[in-house]
């Protein structure tokens, strides 16, 4: 009934000023209306049928998917409501150009790559197709063992627990100095905020929808942030959807020992950072060097667990030549981190936390401190 209502252009025209008008919070005065529909029509203003079929369809009246467009309303012109973090702030994670958002693809106005979309996740996919189409055959098996590792763990809820208290329990005081927004590479379900300050504006981007499933919502009890997922996007390290300058601080907590390829993610997220960002790196499998072998040696007589692994990764190391590596990781050599992060970063403080290798580095602020 409501289509045979809509009978021509000006009453379409009319639906569409009263939604703009609601959605930018502005009285539909009807002189105003009347003003519109006049000179929309003088000016030979078409309601497009992609545009006729939303506003038939949308509660909302939803137009173009394009942020920061202008929409005519007689001789004058009205700008669009920004979009919500983090649509606001998505571009194309290649060519880093505005992108076009429909419900089932995302595009890129300039480099034209498509991004389809899945119903139901409720994450935007900006994966790169050489990833997304599992092209790239090394990388997906190593994502699909830590996929296969975490559904293990969540079979045990208290162990899961358990797992995530001691993990991230360390990085507790660190985490509480950050400030601003955050980026949180491979940050799954979103389990530091627990640890942020509840000012942060916080965004996780990985390649995996594992942690888009109700089940880590069970955890919400003792990580009461579980109960609502974090704003997520399905990315990857090396090609983030971001423009320039867009993050205060980045986090990667064991997600560099995952990556394909480390080198080119140290570049993305210095760009991504502002000047003096932070990027706090946490790795796992990272063999000690001599002067950290007396730390080593003190938590080891203090915890058996701790005493056990280092005999391990001893023998190991003993009997193949080469420090322990999981199965899903790649080998990082910290000379190698040290040379990749040179020319983006300063070394703020490298330490050992729990058994984990921590590195807090800060953006270079211009060209001269890169060249320092």
Not at 27 to 35: D, G, I, T, Y
């Amino acid at each position: 009934m409501r289509r045979l209502m809509l009978r021509n252009e000006n009453e379409l025209r009319i639906l569409l000023f009263l939604r703009l008008a609601r959605r930018n919070s502005i009285p539909a005065h009807p002189l105003h209306l009347a003003a519109y529909v006049y000179s929309a029509g003088f000016a030979g203003v078409r309601v497009s049928w992609t545009q006729r079929e939303q506003l038939l369809a949308s509660p909302t009246g939803r137009q173009s998917p394009r942020p920061n467009t202008l929409i005519a309303m007689g001789t004058s012109a009205w700008a669009a409501p920004r979009p919500p973090f983090p649509r606001a702030i998505l571009v194309c994670p290649v060519c880093q150009g505005q992108l076009c958002f429909s419900p089932r693809l995302i595009r890129c106005s300039l480099c034209s790559r498509e991004f389809p979309q899945e119903d139901g996740e409720g994450a935007y996919n900006l994966m790169p197709e050489s990833f997304a189409s599992g092209g790239n055959i090394l990388w997906s098996n190593r994502l699909q063992e830590m996929e296969r590792w975490y559904e293990d763990l969540m079979s045990s809820p208290a162990q899961t627990i358990n797992c995530f208290s001691q993990d991230y329990q360390p990085f507790s005081a660190i985490l509480a100095s950050i400030r601003g927004r955050v980026l949180d590479l491979g940050g799954g379900t979103g389990i530091v905020r627990h640890y942020l300050p509840p000012s942060t504006e916080y965004l996780v981007a990985d390649p995996s929808l594992t942690w888009r499933r109700s089940q880590w919502s069970s955890l919400a009890e003792q990580f009461p942030c579980l109960a609502t997922q974090p704003n997520f996007i399905r990315a990857v390290g090396e090609y983030l959807p971001f423009p320039d300058g867009s993050f205060d601080a980045a986090l990667s907590f064991w997600s560099l020992n995952h990556v394909d390829q480390p080198e080119r993610v140290l570049q993305e997220v210095g760009r991504v950072l502002k000047p003096e960002g932070r990027f706090l790196i946490v790795l796992e499998d990272m063999p000690p060097v001599w002067y950290d072998w007396p730390r080593h040696i003190l938590i080891s007589l203090a915890d058996r667990y701790s005493a056990k692994r280092l005999i391990s990764d001893l023998w190991t190391r003993f009997r193949t030549g080469r420090w322990p590596l999981q199965t899903d990781h790649i080998r990082i050599q910290e000379t190698d981190l040290r040379l990749w992060s040179d020319p983006h970063f300063t070394v703020h403080r490298r330490s050992w936390i729990h058994r984990y290798l921590a590195y807090d580095l800060r953006k270079r602020q211009n060209r001269q401190d890169m060249r320092a």
